[in-house]
């Protein structure tokens, strides 16, 4: 017995007017109508700070980029099949071999990161080729100057261990 079932394709739901983003649109048009009113304020104003106005408003228009920038970006349509790596969706008729290809890939590359950070290790703990113990000790030289401590240039030696 066999069940036939019928599947709609799902239709992307379009957007009239300012598109899906109508918040960064508004705000970027705000920003426009106060940057020219501020900058017509100083223009035609007869203000004595007017220079001040006209930069202001000019800034203002300028961060309305901003808005701009958010609404175009945010009515980008990509289509769901360049979203399918994105978002974890695959197709269905390479699912199986975008499996093996994903899992062997993986085995790969972290085989490589672990060879790169055994010969990191080696390499750190035997530069020269010599066994040297783990705390080494190196005489370490300062010389003070004589504002800081002491009245004369002294040279101490301190030991630091590595």
Not at 40 to 61: E, Q, T
Not at 84 to 91: A, N, Q, S
Not at 118 to 123: A, E, F, I, N, Q
Request: with cysteine; aromatic share 10%.
């Amino acid at each position: 017995m066999s069940i036939s079932v019928q599947v709609e394709p799902i239709m992307e739901k379009t957007h009239e007017g300012v598109g899906r983003c109508k918040c960064s649109f508004w705000f970027a048009v705000a920003h426009d109508i106060l940057g020219v009113f501020i900058m017509l304020v100083g223009v035609f104003g007869g203000l004595p700070i007017h220079d001040l106005f006209i930069y202001a408003g000019a800034i203002v228009i300028f961060l309305s980029l901003i808005w701009w920038v958010f609404w175009y970006s945010g009515n980008i349509d990509v289509p769901p099949e360049e979203l399918e790596d994105d978002v974890g969706l695959t197709k269905m008729k390479n699912r199986g071999f975008s499996r093996v290809v994903r899992q062997a890939s993986q085995r790969l590359s972290s085989r490589i990161r672990s060879s790169f950070r055994k010969s990191r290790r080696s390499t750190r703990e035997n530069p020269a080729g010599t066994n040297r113990p783990a705390n080494t000790e190196v005489s370490l030289s300062t010389i003070f100057d004589g504002s800081i401590d002491s009245s004369s240039k002294d040279i101490v030696r301190e030991t630091l261990f590595i």
